[in-house]
């Protein structure tokens, strides 16, 4: 097969967008130029891309709108803060980008139905970029469940928790400043939702599209008013439910961050749920010798009697790559969005944080984005 070529933009300069570029093989021009040379310098893929001449072509700008401009640029990758995402994408999208946004898709769901409307206009590539969506062991862990080995699904949980000593942040740090849409919601939200959406909403029996969210709580940090917990249940008709929370005030337990109770027995997942390497499929506590009851029931036809342990190492970049060629390929393809990664399923995501958000009392509860802006 001839090989394809995608020429990418990459807005932002900060830690996610390194990564990206890094997995891949500014606000200033001096800012992109040092952006350049750190990947230039730094190992693994990105020191092979280099080597090969990946960077050779890379031109550094002072402006997005410059990125947006450049006819060598075909898809532009979006790694801003929340609140800029939308703006920052719907330029990319007028300009005739396909356009790559990094999670939370946007600030609420009028912002997202604006930017697919744009990307269906004109006929562009549209991603929200929910990499981990696209590791071999999220495949393999939906196979699991989807094959129907361990029975139905009884129901679920998912956590990202993450100490993040918010008393020693600066107010205008991105994870608690109000302007940057700082709050565990949108900054951890994100990972445990998306294993909600690979095990229940793509699972084969699922005929429920827009799962709703039955309740939810918040916690407050007092100084920013931002929430510092989030914590919300989902509920797929005639399927099951899960329960989801991120938290910045905690760790999320380090072999469980993700447990999926089945009728014969149980997946768990290792944390962190962005890149875990590991999942554990395990026998239900009734069928262990020890357990609360002194001589546990002989196991049904089907039951799981044995652990067993399942290792998916990530490369480096957090497996970034993945995601990009899914992008490539589907650009290739002439597809304007990924089945792996469907816009109508960042637009169920969303609602749950529009849903989640509105039904607290951070100083976020109220707000309004830019659509339409």
Not at 169 to 187: E, V
Not at 207 to 226: C, F, M, T
Request: aromatic share 8%; charged share 25%; hydrophobic share 35%.
């Amino acid at each position: 097969m001839t090989p394809y070529t995608l020429r990418w933009g990459i807005i932002s300069t900060g830690g996610i967008a390194t990564t990206f570029a890094k997995a891949m093989g500014s606000r200033s021009v001096p800012s992109a130029e040092a952006f350049i040379a750190k990947l230039r310098s730094a190992g693994g893929a990105s020191a092979h891309g280099a080597k090969h001449g990946a960077l050779d072509k890379a031109t550094p700008y002072g402006s997005y709108d410059e990125v947006f401009a450049d006819p060598d640029v075909d898809v532009v990758y979006i790694g801003t803060p929340h609140p800029f995402h939308h703006p920052n994408a719907k330029a990319a999208l007028l300009a005739g980008k396909h356009v790559l946004c990094e999670k939370p898709f946007v600030m609420d769901l009028a912002e997202l139905d604006e930017l697919v409307a744009i990307a269906k206009r004109k006929n562009l590539f549209l991603m929200e970029a929910v990499w981990t969506r696209f590791h071999p062991i999220a495949y393999a862990v939906q196979k699991e469940i989807h094959s129907g080995k361990l029975g139905k699904v009884r129901r679920m949980t998912a956590e990202l928790s993450s100490y993040a000593h918010l008393d020693e942040r600066a107010d205008n740090d991105r994870m608690i400043d109000p302007k940057l849409g700082g709050g565990a919601l949108l900054d951890l939200g994100p990972y445990p939702a998306v294993w909600s959406m690979l095990v229940l909403h793509q699972h084969p029996d699922n005929k429920d599209p827009e799962p709703k969210v039955l309740g939810s709580a918040q916690r407050i940090y007092a100084r920013n008013g931002v929430d510092e917990q989030s914590s919300w249940t989902v509920r797929w008709d005639e399927l099951g439910e899960s329960r989801i929370l991120c938290d910045f005030t905690a760790w999320t337990p380090r072999d469980c961050a993700a447990v999926i109770d089945c009728e014969n027995g149980q997946l768990v997942i290792d944390h962190p749920l962005y890149r875990p390497e590991r999942y554990r499929i395990l026998p239900h506590p009734s069928t262990v010798a020890g357990s609360s009851e002194s001589t546990p029931p002989p196991p049904r036809p089907g039951q799981i009697t044995e652990e067993t342990a399942h290792h998916y190492p990530i490369p480096a970049g957090n497996g970034m790559h993945y995601e990009a060629d899914e992008v490539a390929q589907c650009i290739r393809d002439g597809k304007t969005e990924s089945a792996r990664m469907p816009l109508a399923e960042s637009r169920v995501v969303q609602g749950w944080f529009d849903t989640v958000r509105k039904g607290g009392d951070s100083v976020l509860k109220d707000l309004v984005g830019n659509a339409g802006k």
